[in-house]
């Protein structure tokens, strides 16, 4: 516990606090231990949600005003997290497909972060802004590749064949029905659903989650280390996993193929932007760059959108499993 922090709640405690007060010294102390779990205490994001802590913490409020305070501002710290999927092995998930195939999955634990640029380099609303994910959630490793794509739906639409290609010519609409696939055959987990991301949840996993070094690309400020683009693609997609992972072990999150989001596309992002609610639009996201970018398009912030029917041969996706609200 900080300083600051660490004195105020001994304080509560020697002036013998009511039973309303010594609800808010304990919420106050989840929440700090909340803030060391989820983040490095050297991180900017730790000492910025620090100080919106101590704010509250110094606030001329009632306790019962500052417990709402906190749990308005610290949601994750009092939201109980969905109970771990059967097969989970610590942070990882495997899921088994037909045909022997399997499904790896890595767990991003809910957070907060920088949504969005700070440098004003994206052209398309790309203002920085803090996002709250609030429910941790798991993410494909890899872009779904054709073998899992063929032995789900049983047929491979791709331009480029190659058993660990990811798969390409899906529309937004193909990626979906992949997805309620998988939850119609029983492959998620009791109280999960397959989806795609959100674009937040993407951004997030992109970033390296809570344990972001908030890198340019997904992974490095070298994007010759993280990804296929237009430089060193020779024009094709390529393996996934042949690059170096991010923070959180995530592949090719930068390059190889644009990745479909479960976002209507807003200007200015989604207003809820973990559940989506009154989310409105006529395109849908995709994010991460390709194969046939440049390496500026490759950034974890850059936004582009299609329509749910579009569909091209450096187009694909990465599935999410979420908790079922």
Avoid at 24 to 37: D, G, M, P, R, S
Avoid at 178 to 207: D, H, I, S, V
Wanted: proline share 4%; aromatic share 10%; net charge negative.
């Amino acid at each position: 516990m900080s300083k600051r922090l660490g004195l105020i709640c001994a304080v509560l405690l020697f002036c013998g606090v009511s039973h309303a007060a010594e609800d808010f010294y304990t919420a106050l102390e989840k929440t700090e231990n909340w803030l060391k779990q989820r983040y490095e205490p050297t991180s900017v994001v730790y000492r910025t949600r620090q100080r919106k802590l101590a704010k509250i913490a110094d606030s001329e409020t009632s306790d019962a005003e500052k417990i709402a305070a906190l749990k308005k501002e610290f949601p994750e710290a009092f939201s109980p997290s969905a109970e771990a999927p059967a097969g989970a092995a610590g942070d990882k998930l495997t899921v088994a497909l037909p045909n022997s195939a399997k499904l790896e999955l890595v767990k991003v634990e809910a957070g907060t972060f920088s949504m969005g640029t700070r440098d004003s380099e994206n052209h398309d609303n790309g203002k920085g802004h803090w996002v709250t994910l609030t429910k941790d959630f798991y993410i494909g490793s890899t872009e779904v590749t054709q073998t899992q794509y063929q032995s789900v739906m049983g047929n491979n639409p791709s331009g480029f064949k190659g058993d660990d290609l990811p798969v390409e010519q899906v529309s937004w609409s193909d990626a979906m029905k992949f997805c309620a696939k998988l939850n119609e055959t029983g492959k998620a987990p009791k109280g999960w659903k397959f989806t795609l991301p959100t674009e937040a949840q993407w951004e997030y996993a992109a970033r390296g989650g809570n344990k972001s070094r908030d890198f340019i690309y997904s992974g490095s400020n070298d994007l010759e280390e993280v990804a296929w683009y237009k430089d060193n693609a020779g024009s094709k997609t390529h393996p996934v996993a042949q690059k170096r992972a991010n923070e959180l072990g995530l592949y090719d999150m930068s390059g190889n193929a644009w990745e479909w989001c479960l976002d209507l596309y807003e200007s200015g992002y989604a207003r809820d932007p973990e559940f989506l609610v009154d989310n409105k639009g006529s395109y849908r996201v995709n994010r991460g760059g390709s194969w046939y970018c440049l390496a500026k398009s490759c950034r974890s912030v850059v936004r582009e959108c299609d329509a749910p029917s579009f569909h091209d041969d450096d187009v694909g996706f990465r599935v999410a499993l979420v908790p079922v609200r």
